[in-house]
C-alpha cells in the first residue's frame, strides 16, 4: 500500500513539474490565431490587431489563420481537436459559443466541454438604426410603428443565426411585435437594403454602421448595451427605456480543453497586457468596441449564462441553422 502511494505522489510531482517546465518555456513556437471568419472582415481586423501586441508580450510570431466556414463552427470545430499546448488559439464569440449548439442540429463540436476559456477580450452594442427619409424620428416613434404591426415592418440581417437577426428575435419577443425579417449575405447588404429603403430598421454591429451614420444616411435611434455606447452616448438603451434587451456581441479567446492551466492563465495575462496598449484600445473603440478583459473563471460563467440566454430566444423563435 505504501508503495502506491509513493508512486502515486511521485507521479503527481512529475506531473506537476513536466507542466511547470512546459510553461517555463512557453511559446517557444509559432502561435496560431485561429479566427473562424473571412479576411477583412471586423473580426478578422480584431483578430490582427490582437495578434501584433501578443507578439510583443509574448515575445513569439502570432500568427492568423482564417479557418472560415458555417458560420464560424469550421474553424472551431478544427482548434476544439487541436493540441491543447497553447499553439492553437481560438478568437471566437456568440455565434460559435453561444448560438451554435441551438441553431446546428449536428455540430462537430461542444462549446463548454471542447474548450478552455482563457478571456472575453471585447464587447460590442448594436445599434438600432432606420433610414434618414424614415418617418420615425426616435425609439418612441420606433416602439409606436411596432405596435399592432403584422408585416408591414422588416428589418435586415447580415444572416440567419448573426447577431443582427437574433438581438431583433429576441426584441420581438420582448415586444411581441411581428417585424418581418430579411436576410442577407454579411452587413454590407443588409445595410444597402436599409438605404435602399427596402426594409424598414436594423439592428447591427456600429462598424457596420458607422460610415452611414457618419455620412447622415442613417439615423440611430438606439443601442443594445448593458450601458449605453461610448460610440452613440446620447442614444438611449433599451433596457434604461425599459425594454429588457441587452445584446451586445462578445469576442474572446478559447483553448483546446486540456491545455494546462498555467499555460491558459500565461495567455490570460499577456491579453491583459496587450490591451494595455492605447494604440490597440484606440482601434478597437475606432471600429465600436469596448475593450473587456476578464480572468479565465469569470469568461466561463458569462459564457454559460449566454448559452443558456440564446437557447431560449432561438427555440421560442423556432429557428434553426439553413
Known amino acids: 500500500m505504501m508503495k502506491i502511494v509513493k508512486w502515486a505522489a511521485a507521479l503527481v510531482l512529475g506531473v506537476g513539474l513536466s507542466t511547470q517546465a512546459l510553461a517555463q518555456g512557453y511559446p517557444n513556437g509559432i502561435v496560431k490565431l485561429v479566427v473562424p471568419y473571412p479576411p477583412g472582415g471586423v473580426v478578422d481586423i480584431t483578430g490582427r ?14 500568427i492568423v489563420e482564417n479557418k472560415a466556414g458555417a458560420g464560424g463552427t469550421v474553424g472551431t470545430a478544427h482548434v476544439a481537436k487541436a493540441k491543447p499546448d497553447g499553439y492553437t488559439i ?11 449548439p441551438a441553431l446546428y442540429k449536428q455540430l462537430r463540436y461542444d462549446p463548454v466541454k471542447d474548450f478552455e476559456t482563457v478571456t ?3 464587447q460590442g452594442p448594436l445599434a438600432l438604426v432606420v433610414n434618414a427619409n424614415s418617418g420615425i424620428k426616435d425609439l418612441a416613434g420606433f416602439l409606436a410603428a411596432t405596435k399592432g404591426k403584422g408585416g408591414d415592418l422588416s428589418y435586415a440581417s447580415n444572416g440567419n443565426g448573426t447577431y443582427p437577426h437574433l438581438s431583433v428575435e429576441l426584441m420581438k419577443q420582448v415586444l411581441d411585435s411581428k417585424p418581418v425579417h430579411v436576410a442577407y449575405k454579411g452587413g454590407g447588404q443588409a445595410v444597402t437594403a436599409l438605404l435602399g429603403e427596402q426594409v424598414q430598421f436594423s439592428q447591427n454591429h456600429i462598424p457596420i454602421i458607422l460610415p452611414h451614420v457618419k455620412s447622415g444616411r442613417l439615423r440611430v435611434l438606439a443601442t443594445t448595451g448593458d450601458t449605453r455606447s461610448v460610440t452613440y452616448p446620447d442614444a438611449p438603451t433599451l433596457k434604461e427605456s425599459g425594454i429588457d434587451v441587452v445584446a451586445s456581441a462578445w469576442f474572446g479567446l478559447f483553448v483546446p480543453a486540456g491545455t494546462p492551466a498555467v499555460i491558459v492563465d500565461q495567455l ?5 497586457k496587450a490591451v494595455a496598449s492605447s494604440d490597440l484600445k484606440e482601434k478597437l473603440a475606432a471600429q465600436g468596441d469596448e475593450v473587456l478583459v476578464q ?9 454559460l449564462d449566454e448559452l ?11 429557428l434553426e441553422a439553413k
Do not use: C, M, N
Not at 481560438?90 to 451554435?100: I, K, V
Not at 490570460?268 to 491583459?272: F, H, L, R, V, W
Open 308 to 318: 443558456s440566454k440564446w437557447a431560449k430566444v432561438i427555440a421560442d423563435a423556432g
Open 268 to 272: 490570460y495575462k499577456a491579453t491583459e
Open 90 to 100: 481560438l478568437f471566437s464569440g456568440a455565434a460559435t459559443h453561444a448560438f451554435a
Open 295 to 303: 480572468g479565465p473563471a469569470q469568461f466561463r460563467k458569462f459564457q
Open 120 to 122: 472575453q477580450l471585447t
Open 49 to 62: 490587431l490582437l495578434a501584433v501586441e501578443l507578439e510583443k508580450v509574448l515575445g513569439a510570431t502570432v
